[in-house]
Each structure stands twice: as C-alpha cells, then as structure tokens.
C-alpha cells in the first residue's frame, strides 16, 4: 500500500532545536536551550537573511564595459550661430514740418517713388495769406526807406547851411547844434529802414518755405513701406514731427542685424562669410557677408551680446524687413585635420587617480568579500568632467584600451565645431578608438 499522509505535528521542541550551522553562527550562548526557546523567532529570521545575502552575493568582481568612437581625419568647419532681424539699409520716416490739414494723399504702401516727389499735399490757403501779407510787408519797408532817405537829404543839407552861416557868425550855437542832430538821427532813420525791410524778406522767406513745406516730398528713391495717414486729417508739427510714410531706400540690398554672444565674439570679425535661413523659406539658404562688428554692448535679462551687420542681397526682393533670420558664421576652417569628438575629451576612468579598476569591489583589508560585495556601494560610472569647454593650443587627455586597462595619452587640441575637436599635436592616428563612455556591469 502508499504511503499515507499524514500531518506533521506541532512539536514545539522540533522548531526551537538549533541546528548545527546556527550554533555555530550565535556562539556559545545558543547552546543553552532555554535561550533558544525564548529567542527562536529572531533565529528563524537570522537564518533566512543569511541565505538570501549568500543567494546574492556576485559570483565575480565587477568587469568595467567601454564605449569607443574613433579618430578621423578631414576638415572642419567652426562657426557661430546667431539671431537677428532684416531690415532696409535706409530707413527713412517722413512726416510734416508744419501743422495743418492733410489736403489729399498721393501714394500707397509698396509703391516706388524718387526723390523729391510728392507724397502728399497740405491745405495751403492759409499760408498763401501768410506770403501775401509777408510781402506787403516788405514793400511797405522799403517805401519806409525812401522816406528815411529823403529826411536824411534834407536834413543834410539844412545842417550845412547851417555850419555855413555859423562858421561867418550868423549862426548860433544852439541852431548849429540842432542841425548836426537831426542828420544824425535822418542816417539812424535810414539804417533802421533798411534793417525792418531785412526782417521783412526774412519773414516772406519763412512764409515762402511753409508753402513749400505743404507738399510732403520723398527724400530719397525708395519703396513705400508704410502709410499712416488718410485726406482730411488734421497733422499737429509741434513739439514732435507724426510719422506719415516709412520709405526704404532700396530692398534689393538689405542689411541683417544680429546679436552676438560676448562668448562668440572674439571670433568675430568683418569681411567673414555667414549664411542664414528665414522660417518663410526654410529649405533655402541665403548668404551673407559682415560688413561691422559694433563695441557697444547689449545687455538684456543679464546675457550681454553685441550687434554686427551684414549685408545681403536680395535681388528677387524675396527678403522683407523685419524678417527674424537665423545666421552661421563660418569663422574658421581646415581642410585636412587629425579630429577626434569631444566625448573623448571629458571622459575620465572612475576612480582613476585613487584606486585601480578592480580593487574598489574588493573592499578594505580585513572584511569578508561577499558581504563588502553586499553592502557596499555599486562601482561609478564613468566621470565626465565639469570643467569648461577645451580652449584651442591647449594640453588634453584622452583614453585608449590598452588590453583590458585604459591608459592615458595628453594631445594638444586646436579648432573645435562643438562636436569634433583638431588634433595638434599627440600619437593619434585616423581609425584609432578613443574611449568615450564607461558603465559597469556584472559577468
């Protein structure tokens, strides 16, 4: 017949015995029973702890695995990326000179117009008066001078008549004094004659001029950009000139102001070529050439940057002012260069320079292996350096796999794109590999 189950029974004396192993562990004090029976929940939970820490313990020291990229040669291009807008080379806003009454309005936006033509007309009755009047004034002046000019006659003439008889002693003193006096005052009269007929003209000039100033002319050969004025309003010239047209001189030839950062302008110089998108066509490339690089800085939010121009062509006036365009200055270049990537540059082994690879999960002289391997804390990853970007002609190191230990090699660096960095001087080669990562894994 089978064996027939039958249910354990619960021997309380089964459950506390200590085993061998466990004596062994708790030391002498567990051989007495009594202390057994009393601490035998706190044994069961030693044990299974004890397992489960030799369940997972690792098998084998902790093996580094590197990531590689490897050394090129060609040329590289270094640029700077910066922002800015389109805009006309000549920008003029033009508005009246005078107060008065828009008469009528003889242009429209985009419309071409030349030099001296006429924008629009001011109401000009009132200034007509203004000249009229002026030049009455001017004629009534100078009939004031002839006047003058014929008192001056004769009282030159009495006051030598009366010098005559003064000089033979049939004149007194009194009469060759009243004499002399009033030529005196007849030439005053005539200066001041012909003074009032200066102001005179000068007031008709005045007058003659805001006549003029009623029609609102370009001053320069151009497109009408903007129109801010309607026929019947009333202008007021008086302590600011209103803008009525905003004209660009020529849209074929236009200018792109960008902001360059302080970081970037030192490399920055006139006479580089750069080439710029616009979101309008953002499958086309435009070039441009820098014609100035400003000294006066920009500060905003804290970022200071510094304003350069270019010039652009725009022959198919397919570029329009204020346009927001991304720019890329080529600021330098090789042609055939030893280039290895940056990765490569800020990759440090963990731990190199304190221990080697391998005895950091060792642990410390003196403790039990699997247990350091337990509690101790999981082996870093690769360090990258928090330092600033490599400076060019500067000393760099680099690490190659020598086997299964990295081992350094100082280059110095040259030109960098962000990307690739130029190889001065150093033992590399193209198709090298340079570490450039780091993780630690276990077999």
């Given at each position: ?18 085993s061998a192993d466990v004596t062994q562990l708790l030391g002498a004090s567990a051989s007495r029973p009594g202390w057994l029976r009393r601490n035998a929940k706190w044994v069961i939970i030693a044990v299974v702890v004890a397992g489960g820490a030799l369940m997972l313990r690792p098998r084998g020291p902790v093996a580094p695995v590197f990531t590689f990229d490897e050394v090129t040669q060609g040329g590289l291009t270094v640029t700077v990326t910066a922002t800015g807008n389109l805009q006309p080379r000549n920008q003029v806003e033009v508005g009246p000179e005078i107060s008065g009454q828009i ?341």
């Amino acid at each position: 017949m089978p064996d027939t189950y039958r249910e354990p029974m619960n021997d309380s004396s089964s459950i506390n015995a200590p085993s061998a192993d466990v004596t062994q562990l708790l030391g002498a004090s567990a051989s007495r029973p009594g202390w057994l029976r009393r601490n035998a929940k706190w044994v069961i939970i030693a044990v299974v702890v004890a397992g489960g820490a030799l369940m997972l313990r690792p098998r084998g020291p902790v093996a580094p695995v590197f990531t590689f990229d490897e050394v090129t040669q060609g040329g590289l291009t270094v640029t700077v990326t910066a922002t800015g807008n389109l805009q006309p080379r000549n920008q003029v806003e033009v508005g009246p000179e005078i107060s008065g009454q828009i008469d009528g309005v003889l242009v429209d936006f985009n419309d071409r117009v030349t030099r001296d033509q006429t924008l629009a007309s001011m109401d000009t009755d009132n200034l007509q008066a203004k000249v009229l009047q002026a030049r009455a004034s001017v004629a009534s002046a100078k009939a004031k001078l002839e006047e003058a000019r014929a008192t001056a006659t004769e009282a030159r003439t009495k006051a030598a008549r009366v010098r005559d008889l003064f000089g033979r002693g049939n004149a007194s003193k009194q009469e060759f004094d009243a004499a002399e006096a009033a030529e005196n005052r007849s030439r005053a009269s005539v200066a001041s004659a012909e003074a009032q007929i200066a102001v005179s003209e000068a007031n008709l000039a005045a007058d003659e001029t805001n006549l003029s100033k009623a029609a609102i002319k370009s001053p320069i050969d151009g497109i009408v950009l903007s129109r801010k004025v309607e026929p019947g309003q009333v202008v007021a010239a008086t302590f600011q000139t209103p803008v009525l047209f905003t004209l660009a001189e020529d849209l074929t030839k236009m200018q792109l102001e960008i902001d360059i950062d302080e970081a970037d302008i030192g490399q920055v110089r006139d006479g580089q070529g750069a080439m710029f998108t616009v979101d309008a066509f953002p499958d086309r490339q435009f070039p441009a050439t820098i014609t100035q690089v400003r000294f006066a800085p920009k500060a905003a939010e804290g970022v200071v940057t510094y304003q350069a121009l270019l010039t652009v062509d725009n022959s198919d006036l397919s570029l329009r002012p204020g346009m927001t365009a991304t720019t890329v200055i080529t600021t330098a270049t090789r042609a055939d260069a030893i280039l290895i990537p940056n990765a490569a540059l800020r990759f440090v082994p963990a731990g190199m320079g304190q221990v080697v690879a391998g005895e950091r999960a060792a642990g410390p002289p003196g403790n039990p292996p699997g247990l350091f391997r337990l509690f101790a804390p999981p082996i870093p990853k690769a360090e990258l350096s928090t330092a600033a970007a490599p400076k060019a002609g500067g000393i760099q190191r680099v690490w190659l796999l020598d086997g299964e230990r990295p081992i350094p090699l100082d280059i110095k660096i040259g030109l960098t794109d962000g990307q690739l960095t130029e190889v001065i001087e150093g033992a590399l080669r193209p198709g090298q590999q340079l570490i450039v990562g780091q993780q630690a894994q276990r077999p």
